[in-house]
């Protein structure tokens, strides 16, 4: 599991509900979140956020979204570092035992699309259509998470709109009934608690899972790219020093030295 996910949400929600129960002329913790809860409210905010996202897609790219929420609490699969290390030692088994000893090896390799690309290899497949096979899928995969990604950024548009549409309802309400002030304070209260609604779920949800299913993309698609370069150089029978070389410079220069510490190529 990814901890920082359920770290972050949790613990915002908190400071959240502190910052409504929290009395500060008084320093106490008071019974304040009634004030908050508003059921037609909700209704217009959160309903009307979802039915519209609804209407933007199929039924099942609709459930698919809303179920790739649990993609943000995965850790990621992807280590680039460990992918490295994976390489430079496939590339020392190739040096030593040739490209057909990589097909035992594949074989207890936890990286589907590394593997993909190895038995390609050890199959005869000519360079330029391994690279054309493994960029496809690259292709497709990022095609298929930044469907995701849409998902949570096209539900995080709807929700402070439809806040506000809920708080224009809760003013015209209380514009009808101008003749009586004693409603006027509870009504307001009414009409922007549909804006908080909204706020809340396009920066508490929406927001960070968003922003989580892009920052896993792009360490996926970045591990993606240095797999098919190091297959490749594979195939090419480049030495493995050369390989780990060419390879570390996909990594932060702070980065590289752990990268030469965890294994590199052999001589």
């Known amino acids: 599991m990814d901890i920082a996910t359920l770290i972050g949400l949790v613990v915002a929600f908190i400071l959240m509900i502190f910052g409504i129960v929290f009395d500060k002329s008084a320093g106490i913790i008071i019974g ?5 809860i508003d059921i037609p409210s909700i209704m217009i905010t959160f309903g009307g956020a979802f039915m519209t996202t609804f209407a933007s897609y199929s039924v099942a790219d609709y459930i698919s979204g809303l179920k790739s ?10 280590d680039i570092q460990k992918v490295i290390s994976s390489i430079i030692d496939l590339s020392n088994v190739a040096r030593k035992e040739g490209l057909l000893a990589l097909e035992e090896t594949a074989g207890t390799l936890d990286n589907e699309f590394m593997k993909k690309g190895i038995l390609l290899v050890v199959d005869g497949t000519e360079p330029d259509l391994v690279r054309s096979i493994m960029e496809t899928e690259l292709v497709n995969a990022d095609i298929r998470h930044k469907k995701y990604i849409s998902f949570w950024q096209a539900l995080g548009a709807a929700g402070p709109a439809w806040g506000m549409i809920g708080t224009l309802i ?6 009808k009934a101008l003749n ?12 922007l608690v549909t804006t908080f609604y909204g706020s809340v779920l396009a920066n ?18 970045h591990s993606m790219e240095i797999i ?4 490749l150089s594979i195939q090419a029978g480049e030495n493995p020093r050369v390989i780990e070389e060419k390879l570390k410079s996909f990594l932060a220069p702070k980065e590289r030295a752990s990268s030469t510490d965890n294994g590199g190529g052999e001589e």
Do not use: H, Q, R, Y
């Open 32 to 36: 304040n979140l009634n004030s908050f």
């Open 228 to 231: 098919i370069e190091g297959i």
């Open 204 to 221: 508490w949800i929406c927001t960070p899972i968003g922003n989580k299913l892009s920052a896993n993309n792009d360490v996926e698609m």
């Open 180 to 191: 009586d002030p004693s409603t006027i304070g509870p009504a307001m209260a009414v009409a």
């Open 69 to 78: 929420i649990t993609l943000a609490f995965k850790a990621p699969v992807f």
């Open 170 to 175: 809760g003013l015209i309400n209380m514009l």
